[in-house]
Nanobody
Framework: QVQLVESGGGLVQAGGSLRLSCSASARTLWTYVIAWFRQAPGKEREFVAG????????YYGDSVKGRFTISRDNTKNTVYLLMNSLKPEDTAVYYC?????????????????????WGQGTQVTYSS
C-alpha cells in the first residue's frame, strides 16, 4: 500500500519555474517506479516523468524533456518535479503515481495502467 500526497502547485508566470513535491508513505519504495502525469482540461492524462527508486534512473515525456527534472530524496520519501521554462500547454492537474514496474522498457513506464497508486493531484496554471 502506498499513499501519495502532491504539493507545490500554483500560478506561474511566463518562463517561470515551479517545483512539485510528492510525499510517499510506504514500508519501502525500493521496488517502485514513481511518476508524474498531468491532465489538461478536455485532454487525456499524459505521462510527464518517472524515476525508478532503486536505480535513481529517470525518463521523460517528449513534451517536457530538457525543461523538467525529476528527482528523489531518500531521507524524506519524496519525489520532486522541477519545472523550468513553463509554457501555456503545461497548464494541467499534475498527479503523482506509484507502480511496481519490473521492466526497464520506457513504454511500460509511460502507461497509466502500470501504476496502482495515485495522489489527488495539484493544479499548475500558466499565467502570461
Amino acid at each position: 500500500q502506498v499513499q501519495l500526497v502532491e504539493s507545490g502547485g500554483g500560478l506561474v508566470q511566463a518562463g517561470g519555474s515551479l517545483r512539485l513535491s510528492c510525499s510517499a508513505s510506504a514500508r519501502t519504495l525500493w521496488t517502485y517506479v514513481i511518476a508524474w502525469f498531468r491532465q489538461a482540461p478536455g485532454k487525456e492524462r499524459e505521462f510527464v516523468a518517472g524515476i525508478r527508486w532503486s536505480a535513481d534512473s529517470t525518463y521523460y515525456g517528449d513534451s517536457v524533456k530538457g525543461r523538467f527534472t525529476i528527482s528523489r530524496d531518500n531521507t524524506k520519501n519524496t519525489v520532486y518535479l522541477l519545472m523550468n521554462s513553463l509554457k501555456p500547454e503545461d497548464t494541467a492537474v499534475y498527479y503523482c503515481a506509484a507502480g511496481r514496474i519490473y521492466t526497464d522498457d520506457p513504454e511500460t513506464g509511460r502507461r497509466e495502467s502500470s501504476y496502482d497508486y495515485w495522489g489527488q493531484g495539484t493544479q499548475v496554471t500558466y499565467s502570461s
